[in-house]
């Protein structure tokens, strides 16, 4: 928007809103230029300000507020990792690596998947890979957050000096887009430690959801990988599932999730008689 006020009052907006409109007209248009990293950190930092507006006024909604402009203003690095995303994959080299990162998130997420339905079953847990599957789906956003604050550290160190580095090259000149992207190193810095540091903060709280996902898990392989067998279950609220080396496994409801227990199949056919 290059016209002055004079101009823009000369036709347009009724004479008491002509600076307030003048004045919005400017912020959208700057708005709307924006790229879609810069839009993120502009909306959480504007987010943040209320919040600092609303804690004048005493009000509880001010550590919401805050954490819902952090984390918008550290979504401001979803455009840079894909940029990076898009560099990595034009090489070979890059595309092995994003492969063999798939690979070993995928293992990994398998792997705790397993472990939490064997310390639900007390055995192996080979004979439920549909509960598996879903352990290791509902685990995953834990073991992102978990990835995020390991290697987030690496990360954070690494910006920290060639973001100073860069930021020092900006700011010797007095030219304005050195100054700009300065401003724009600072932002995605103060991004990824919102990133790393807020991930650390969710797993020391995690364990509210990881307790949501034992639940979730045993109540799935209670419904869809155990099965009724009048032959072996003594009440008509337990589900039996073979195991490999020939025992079984017995769930049956409790008052607050399931039970789950290991039998012979002996055992089992003597409590028929």
Not at 10 to 34: D, E, I, M
Not at 190 to 202: D, K, N, R
Not at 249 to 254: A, C, E, I
Request: with cysteine.
């Amino acid at each position: 928007m290059t016209e002055t006020l004079e101009d823009y009052c000369g036709s347009k907006a009724p004479k008491p809103l002509h600076k307030l409109n003048y004045l919005y007209k400017r912020v959208q248009n700057w708005f709307t230029a924006l790229s879609v990293e810069c839009r993120y950190y502009g909306i959480g930092m504007a987010l943040v300000i209320a919040s600092g507006i609303v804690i004048v006024f005493k009000r509880p909604e001010a550590g919401f507020l805050a954490l819902v402009g952090a984390f918008v203003f550290a979504l401001g690095l979803l455009p840079v990792i894909e940029r990076l995303y898009e560099w990595a994959w034009r090489t070979l080299l890059g595309k092995l690596l994003i492969a063999a990162l798939i690979a070993l998130a995928t293992n990994m997420a398998y792997g705790f998947g397993r472990q939490m339905v064997s310390d639900l079953v007390g055995t192996s847990p080979e004979s439920f890979a549909a509960t598996v599957n879903i352990a290791t789906i509902l685990m995953s956003p834990v073991l992102f957050l978990m990835a995020l604050a390991i290697g987030g550290v690496f990360l954070f160190g690494a910006s920290l000096c060639a973001g100073s580095v860069a930021t020092m090259l900006f700011f010797s000149s007095a030219h304005p887009s050195k100054g700009k992207r300065a401003g724009l190193w600072l932002c995605r810095f103060i991004a990824l430690t919102i990133a790393v540091f807020g991930s650390w903060s969710l797993l020391k709280r995690s364990d509210g959801y990881m307790a949501w996902v034992s639940s979730r898990t045993t109540s799935f392989l209670y419904t869809f990988d155990m099965y009724r067998d009048t032959a072996y279950a003594k009440g008509k609220d337990e589900k039996i599932a073979f195991l490999p080396d020939g025992r079984l496994l017995v769930g049956s409801p409790k008052q607050a999730g399931y039970n789950f227990e290991i039998r012979k199949t002996t055992d089992a056919n003597k409590s028929q008689k």
